[in-house]
């Protein structure tokens, strides 16, 4: 029982990982339905820029003075940094294949991935980057089961982002510019939406959140990998898709269904068919639910 | 003309000090503490060097200052198009074929293994075009397929001592078999939702080869899988069949060579079918092709079969080429590739496809040279190609003639 | 239609290089594969800067090699996927190099050493551990590095006998390296009356281990094996098992003997054992190594040494022999008998070098020769 409420806790917490992925993986979905395929690197930059500057801070001595200054410095740049990064990325490799076919831009997008995991790995080195600190690394116990101050740092963090996201896209004027880019760029135009705006604010938000993800990552597992945003990018892009992809509580939904599957599965079951389990999950609620599970119904869109 | 060009020199300008500040922080901080400048500079000078270089020619051909050596070129190569236009097709096809079978003789074996992968590749991908280009549904997880081929002849190969051609047609019906498994369950979705299904489906193949242990030795890989065994008579004691491997690459590289020929017709011939123009109708409106009476459950289907097979065949040949597969040649991103090849080379046309092929191949070998910096300029060169020739190197004949209205192309 | 045809100039333009191979003499060729870009970029790197550091102490201690002005390396990227370490080898056949050094991931090695014994190139791989490499018996394959069958052995009676333990929980990462050792481990574990209470799976490229380590946790074994390829992943796991409160002592192999280890997991990585063949630091072979190596790419890992070992006999095999035959050089190679960076160097029959298993403990952020089999004594 206990190593039941232990799991349970590791899921939520993975989960919440993916679902701080999954929501930047959506948000950009759903108003240019491009599979990003770069937001998994986004994410890694993210780690990477967060544990450049904490190092700096530590270097500079000012980690044991402020840390919590240090902290949500670093958290701030990263996510600057990658909303410039996202920006710039949009301007020159999507922009000009928005009129294209919608395969020309997951091309495109997959060669920003490349390059940017390569332009990591190139600038920062093939090794891993640790993170200086052992800061929330601590935790408390209860009976035998141990919760680290991080993961309810993740779990908390995920929930106020979908707050937030939810009341900017539902309730400001940007967020109904938002929508209404997503539907039709064509009219929202008309009404005097700069969709171009729009557009580079919805990448600058989903990088800067992707960011955010990539710093709890490095905190969480204490190290950052140039190749770290490959694989938990498709696991978001799974979590987005069960969870209806351009549905952002659906997104969350998924990433906690994904995490859990996979804790589960390899707690359980057995640890090396883990993904298995979830990609089943996945097959299965699309069989039934074709649109994912908050998804609504979705025109004929076809490659 | 310096007017025209003013917006571009702007924009020019914007991206390289973008650039200037997306690297500062990655190289400018130090973890001591310190901040420098000097290396940033000297690595975004030189890419400051090189763009320039290739801004500059871009300028002046956009401004037909190249014309003189341009317009030669061009003209040869219209005069050429349509002297081979005026031909008849046989005669370039079969030059075409002669390029083809003296290749290795010409070349090294590099240059063989190489032109072996492309190949291989050939009728992978022209498989996958089937699925996405004929069909229109987008497919992320092609490569199992290919994964079931190559095992499928190892397994039955090295367990039960079967020969290639008894293999063959078993690798095909197997990797049919998966298609259909894949095909079935996501025959009601469509778009995005589709292709996370067979990404899913993709990854499940991998990591059930990677870990059944006892059917596929797992991540060790299954060795010593025998090559392609044909039949040669010999003539010294009367007149028998002696059994002759094919190990020498330049050999091989004739059977991959056919295989990718007979895809190349097997496709072509489908496409221009009744089945390729149902396969056509559905990818253009799944709805109104339903409404006309094409059976879209069936055709989409058979989509994933034919595409798998071709997929199949490959993969036996790669089993037999490499004599040794292990799962870390069917993964995700190889599964990506494929679909870059298809959508690189344009979607819907063949020699396009082959082009693509060539170009994603071949790409990263030529890049050798740079070592580390190989993968970089590759995923660069990606994002270029599809800046400039957004509907692929080699844009559909058909689609073109539906979509005369629209503006001049790209690029 | 004629963006058609430039396309297809620009296309036969890219098949050019392929068609033209430049040779020039005097220089003497080697080949060194590796996973330069991918997940083991890491490990590749440290291949690369190994041979690359005795080319240099090479020609600094024994002069140029007769008939040759200088040697030059030709790097080639593996990225651990066997269709690209045998396009790799066939590049470097046609190149014409006289011997390579690699691959890294076994199952690179095992499909690039049949083309390149086609071809008759000597190949020399520097960490390619599984027992197939060499037991295939293909004539110019050689491995510097140990094997899977002797590591296990030792890292079994290191477990039992230095660390008095009943009860092991193993982990590997399904990858040919890992799921070997993890079951030689298990194997020779169970022979010798060791209880393996589990054993587990995570996948290649995972992060988060919680789930297994949970298990382990409930199992509350005396010994987690860790079989994982690499530093990174190991690094990782012994963070979060330290975090989850586990006591267990952790072993692990060979691949995480890089000092990035300690970098990564910190104090989490304080005695932890691992096993991995003896280089004695003390010796002049391994000094000239390392007033090289250090200086250029800093702390030393494990492969790089092997790497270095496996060149430096190359070299002298070709210095030897005085040509480029492939029959020749392995003739020198069998009976070349020196002392490397990492070991004494004298191959077998069939193309191993034999390997020397010692348990090592991590000391403040050190690697410390802790237990040799040999003499059972720990070292202090």
């Not at chain 2, 094919?246 to 221009?272: C, M, N």
Request: aromatic share 12%; net charge neutral.
């Amino acid at each position: 029982m206990d190593s039941f409420i232990q799991q349970l806790i590791n899921g939520i917490t993975l989960g919440g990982i993916y679902a701080l992925i999954a929501l930047g993986y959506t948000m950009v979905y759903g108003v240019i339905q491009l599979i990003n395929f770069a937001h998994g690197e986004f994410f890694a930059t993210g780690g990477y820029v967060g544990v450049i500057c904490l190092s700096f801070f530590t270097g500079l001595g000012y980690m044991e003075t402020h840390p919590i200054f240090c902290l949500t410095a670093s958290f701030a740049l990263a996510m600057m940094y990658c909303a410039y990064l996202a920006i710039g990325v949009e301007k020159i490799a999507y922009k000009p294949l928005r009129k294209e076919s919608r395969l020309a831009a997951l091309l495109s997008a997959l060669g920003v991935s490349i390059f940017l995991s390569n332009g990591l790995m190139l600038t920062q080195g093939v090794y891993d980057k640790a993170y200086p600190s052992e800061l929330f690394q601590n935790g408390f116990n209860v009976g035998i089961i141990t919760i680290s101050y991080l993961q309810i740092l993740i779990v908390c963090l995920t929930a106020v982002l979908l707050v937030a996201l939810n009341l900017l896209v539902f309730k400001t004027k940007i967020g109904m510019a938002m929508r209404a880019t997503a539907q039709d760029k064509t009219m929202s135009a008309l009404v005097a939406i700069g969709s171009n705006r729009i557009i580079s604010l919805t990448f600058a938000i989903g990088a800067g959140l992707a960011a955010a993800a990539g710093i709890m990552v490095g905190l969480y597992y204490g190290s950052v990998r140039y190749d770290m945003g490959f694989l938990p990018g498709i696991k978001a892009f799974s979590a987005a898709v069960l969870g209806g992809i351009g549905n952002i509580t659906g997104a969350m939904l998924g990433g906690l269904i994904i995490g859990m599957v996979e804790i589960f599965g390899a707690g359980y079951i057995s640890g090396e068919y883990k993904d298995v389990f979830a990609f089943i999950i996945l097959i299965g609620v699309l069989y039934f639910k074709p649109t994912g599970i908050m998804g609504e119904n979705i025109d004929d869109t076809r490659v | 003309m310096i007017q025209e060009f003013k917006k571009i020199w702007k924009q020019y300008a914007i991206t390289m000090l973008w650039l200037l500040g997306i690297l500062w922080p990655l190289l400018g901080i130090h973890p001591d503490g310190t901040l420098s400048f000097r290396q940033t500079f000297t690595v975004w000078s030189y890419i400051l060097a090189g763009t320039f270089i290739c801004f500059i020619f871009y300028i002046i051909n956009k401004s037909d200052n190249f014309k003189l050596l341009t317009e030669p070129i061009a003209n040869t190569s219209q005069k050429l198009n349509n002297s081979l236009q005026s031909m008849p097709s046989w005669i370039w096809k079969s030059a075409l074929l002669f390029g083809a079978v003296i290749y290795p003789i010409a070349t090294g074996r590099y240059a063989t293994d190489v032109a072996i992968n492309v190949l291989l590749y050939v009728s992978l991908g022209l498989g996958l075009y089937v699925v996405v280009g004929l069909a229109g549904m987008l497919d992320l997880g092609h490569i199992a397929f290919y994964g079931v081929g190559a095992y499928t002849y190892a397994i039955l190969n090295v367990k039960y001592g079967m020969g290639f051609w008894v293999c063959f047609p078993f690798a095909g019906l197997s990797a049919c078999i998966a298609g259909c498994i894949v095909g079935y369950p996501t025959l009601k979705m469509r778009g995005d939702y589709l292709a996370i299904v067979t990404l899913g489906f993709g990854e499940i193949v991998r990591i059930i080869l990677n870990n059944w242990m006892s059917l596929t030795n797992g991540p060790n890989g299954i060795l010593g899988v025998k090559s392609i065994g044909i039949l040669r008579p010999v003539m010294e004691n009367g007149f028998t069949f002696e059994m002759f491997w094919v190990t020498k690459l330049e050999l091989f590289y004739y059977f991959a060579l056919g295989l990718a020929i007979l895809t190349i017709i097997a496709v072509t011939r489908l496409g221009s079918s009744r089945i390729g123009r149902a396969w056509e109708s559905i990818r253009e409106d799944e709805t109104a092709a339903e409404l006309m009476g094409v059976n879209t459950f069936y055709y989409k289907l058979l989509a994933y079969a034919m595409g798998a097979i071709f997929a199949g065949f490959a993969g036996a040949l790669f089993a037999a080429r490499m004599r040794f597969v292990s799962p870390e040649s069917f993964t995700f991103l190889e599964s990506v590739m494929l679909l870059c090849m298809v959508v690189l080379g344009g979607m819907n046309s063949i020699p396009g496809i082959i082009l693509g092929v060539i170009a994603l191949i071949a790409l990263p070998e030529v890049f050798r040279g740079l070592e580390s910096y190989r993968m970089l300029v590759f995923g660069s060169t990606m994002v270029i190609m599809m800046l400039f020739r957004p509907s692929g190197l080699i844009a559909a004949k058909r689609k073109k003639m539906m979509e005369t209205k629209q503006p001049e192309e790209r690029g | 239609m004629s963006k058609k045809s430039l396309s297809i100039v620009v296309m036969s333009l890219l098949v050019i290089p392929f068609i033209i191979s430049t040779a020039s003499a005097k220089t003497l060729k080697i080949g060194s594969m590796s996973p330069l870009t991918g997940p083991y970029a890491s490990d590749g790197t440290d291949i690369k800067n190994g041979v690359l550091t005795a080319i240099e102490v090479f020609e600094q201690q024994e002069g140029p090699i007769p008939g040759y002005d200088k040697i030059e390396l030709f790097p080639q990227d593996t990225v651990c996927d066997p269709r690209q370490a045998v396009a790799a080898a066939n590049k470097l056949i046609n190149l014409e190099v006289v011997g390579v050094i690699g691959a890294y991931c076994s199952s690179s090695t095992i499909p690039a050493s049949e083309t390149l014994n086609e071809a008759k190139i000597v190949m020399i791989t520097p960490a390619s551990t599984n027992e197939q490499v060499t037991d295939r018996g293909l004539p110019y394959m050689f491995r510097m590095c140990g094997r899977d069958d002797d590591q296990a052995p030792a890292a079994a009676r290191f477990i039992k006998e230095s660390l008095n333990a009943k009860t092991i929980f193993i982990i590997d990462d399904k990858t040919t390296y890992s799921q070997g050792l993890a079951d030689g481990v298990s194997k020779n574990a169970k022979a010798i009356g060791l209880n393996v209470v589990n054993h587990d799976h995570v996948n290649q490229g995972d992060k988060d281990f919680s789930a297994v380590l949970t298990k382990v946790k409930a199992a509350n074994p005396d010994i987690l094996y860790m079989s994982l390829q690499g530093y990174s992943p190991a690094a990782l796991m012994t963070i979060q098992a330290k975090r989850m409160g586990i006591t267990s002592q952790i072993v692990t192999q060979d691949a995480v003997f890089q000092p990035k280890y300690m970098e990564v997991a910190k104090d989490t990585s304080e005695g932890v054992y691992l096993t991995y063949g003896f280089t004695d630091p003390t010796t002049p072979e391994y000094k000239a190594f390392e007033a090289k190596y250090v200086p250029k790419y800093g702390k030393i890992a494990a492969y790089a040494t092997y790497a270095y070992d496996s060149t430096i006999a190359l070299l002298k095999a070709i210095k030897a022999a005085g040509s480029t035959d492939a029959d020749k050089i392995k003739a020198e190679l069998m009976k070349l008998d020196f002392k490397g960076a990492s070991k004494h160097v004298k191959f077998k029959e069939n193309g191993d070098s034999g390997s020397s298993y010692i348990a090592f403990k991590v000391e403040k952020g050190e690697f410390v020769p802790y237990w040799d089999p040999a003499t059972g004594l720990i070292k202090k």
